[in-house]
């Protein structure tokens, strides 16, 4: 039984990475599985996905702004021309299941996918639902999630907690500090802090560092420090003159970033935080103030309630970030602790448990071909 199955969604690696991991475990599970991506042009799953081996499809989708403005025309515009062109991928690869994953292309595709009674599964990675999930939740067959209590947005018989997907590369990243050491051109007599702004980078994240470059030279501290494609083009001397700090815009080895890290400073998208659980290692978590309904905050903080993280408010973080990140340093009894805590909420087999889903919806098709 040869299937095929979409997978739509994207934007951020939050998004894209997890859909990937997703992608694997179907293969992995039923090598003869066909698989194809819709996202959005111009987003970067339309490069990751190519890369990691898998067609994608690009729609011409934007966010919806959030005031009325000529922007929401050109988003009505574009809504339109995603449907039709969702509609004409969806007749021609005839998929036996579309997954959305969140991002911008998840949902005409998942409302077009129910228009022509295909079967639809959600993924919800936050514990905050999405107004996009929110609105399919009564008409697609099945929602996974990552957290307790969903059920105040979804219905509860189409639930399953499964978790997120996290990349199998970062599953295995324990055993690979010497490497990462190494890969990063570090000593182990000194402490590595990794800073992630996510794939786009973090404006307040990277200022709150490009400020207090001069007290992280001053201590015995190692920096990675992911920004962002946009803040390494423009990063001046100074900042790029720190002794011990890598600056780079993406990070291709994540899992020897955090096999490197003792501690690690992050924005709380849904993705990051579950590779950190995986990971468990201490975080300090500053959620981004620019997302729909506020949703990283309520993700930081179902951390922070368990002691498995500190949470720094975006408007806090110049004055507070650095030196906070510096005293947990300085902490290694309560670096311990929180490493226990965040690493209780770990979820490793997550793809799997996604694809199995899928599987147990296809396969009640009485033919597939």
Not at 1 to 11: K, Y
Not at 285 to 312: C, F, R, W, Y
Not at 332 to 357: F, Q
């Amino acid at each position: 039984m040869s299937l095929r199955i979409i997978i739509s969604g994207g934007g951020t690696g939050g998004h894209v990475f997890p859909a990937l991991a997703i992608a694997n475990a179907l293969k992995k599970m039923r090598p003869g599985t066909e698989i194809l991506f819709i996202g959005a042009q111009g987003k970067l799953e339309m490069e990751k996905v190519p890369a990691a081996g898998y067609p994608v499809v690009g729609l011409p989708v934007i966010g919806m702004p959030r005031k009325f403005s000529f922007r929401f025309i050109s988003f009505l515009i574009r809504w339109i021309r995603s449907l039709l062109k969702a509609r004409k991928i969806l007749k021609k690869f005839r998929p036996h299941a579309v997954i959305g994953v969140g991002g911008y292309a998840s949902a005409p595709v998942l409302q077009m996918a129910v228009r022509m009674r295909i079967i639809t599964l959600i993924q919800e990675q936050n514990s905050y639902a999405g107004l996009v999930n929110r609105s399919l939740a009564a008409k697609v067959n099945r929602i996974c999630v990552a957290y307790s209590g969903m059920e105040k947005y979804f219905p509860a018989a189409k639930i399953v907690f499964t978790g997120n997907p996290v990349r199998r590369s970062i599953l295995q990243c324990g055993a690979l500090r010497k490497e990462a050491l190494e890969y990063f051109g570090f000593t182990d007599e000194m402490p590595v802090v990794l800073i992630l702004g996510g794939s786009l980078g973090a404006g307040t994240i990277n200022r709150s560092v490009a400020e207090n470059i001069k007290l992280l030279d001053s201590q015995n501290v190692q920096v990675v420090w992911q920004c962002g494609d946009a803040y390494a083009r423009q990063a001046g001397t100074e900042v790029l003159s720190g002794k011990r700090i890598r600056l780079v815009p993406f990070i291709e080895r994540m899992e020897l970033a955090y096999a490197a890290a003792d501690i690690i400073i992050s924005r709380a998208g849904a993705g990051t935080i579950s590779e950190l659980c995986v990971v468990g290692k201490p975080a300090i978590l500053v959620p981004s103030p620019n997302v729909a309904e506020d949703h990283q905050t309520k993700n930081a903080m179902m951390l922070a309630s368990s002691g498995a993280a500190l949470v720094i408010p975006d408007g806090e973080a110049l004055e507070k970030l650095i030196p906070s990140a510096l005293a947990l340093l300085g902490d290694s009894d309560r670096c311990r602790m929180m490493a226990e805590k965040i690493k209780e909420l770990a979820v490793t087999d997550a793809d799997e448990r996604i694809a199995r889903e899928v599987f147990a919806l296809t396969d009640k098709l009485e033919h597939v071909s």
